[in-house]
């Protein structure tokens, strides 16, 4: 099939199907697709780099040419296409916030850095999270560097 052409090999074990798009041409699967695949797959815990979770989060416009990951997993790459996806291990206490809205969050907040959280950044990241997500942040406020508390603790306030 991946002579056919009906299937492309991304990775050991990972295959995606293209499908044509009508401005692209063929199309495969999104780069966050795949890292859901992988972890799925890999059984790992994952936490984007800052500069990923602040483009993700939309702090930001400038799309990472590399994707990294923080994993508990061992260290590998795939490329897909142009883009270069890269898995980097890391010890649990780093990776306590994986796979959580809270872990999304504080790394936006380290791209963005501590002096230039402002009340636009947290009026958008307030927006952006739904309730649920907002119950997360309160609850990880302890495994969250002591600069972030009072900017989750403003972001989960229910007043403007």
């Known amino acids: 099939m991946v002579r056919d052409g009906k ?23 999104t780069s966050d697709a795949v890292v859901d695949a992988v972890a799925r ?18 702090l930001t416009t400038q799309v990472p040419s590399q994707i990294v990951y923080q994993s508990d997993g061992s ?35 380290r791209d963005v850095g501590q002096a ?10 307030r927006q952006r ?3 649920a997500a907002k119950k997360q942040l309160q609850a990880d406020l302890p495994l969250v560097p002591a600069w972030m508390r009072p900017v989750f603790q403003k972001i989960t306030r229910d007043d403007g």
């Open 41 to 58: 797959g890999r059984n790992l815990r994952l936490l984007p780099s800052p500069q990923v979770a602040a483009n993700q989060l939309g």
């Open 75 to 109: 260290p590998a790459k795939l490329v897909l296409g142009k883009r270069q996806i890269e898995f980097r291990r890391n010890t649990g206490r780093n990776l306590a916030l994986a796979g959580r809205a809270s872990g999304l969050v504080a790394q936006a907040l």
């Open 116 to 125: 230039h959280v402002t009340p636009e950044t947290i009026q958008h990241l």
């Open 129 to 131: 999270l739904d309730a």
């Open 7 to 29: 299937i492309r090999r991304i990775g050991r074990g990972l295959y995606d199907c293209l499908h044509p798009h009508p401005v692209l041409g063929q199309v495969g699967a």
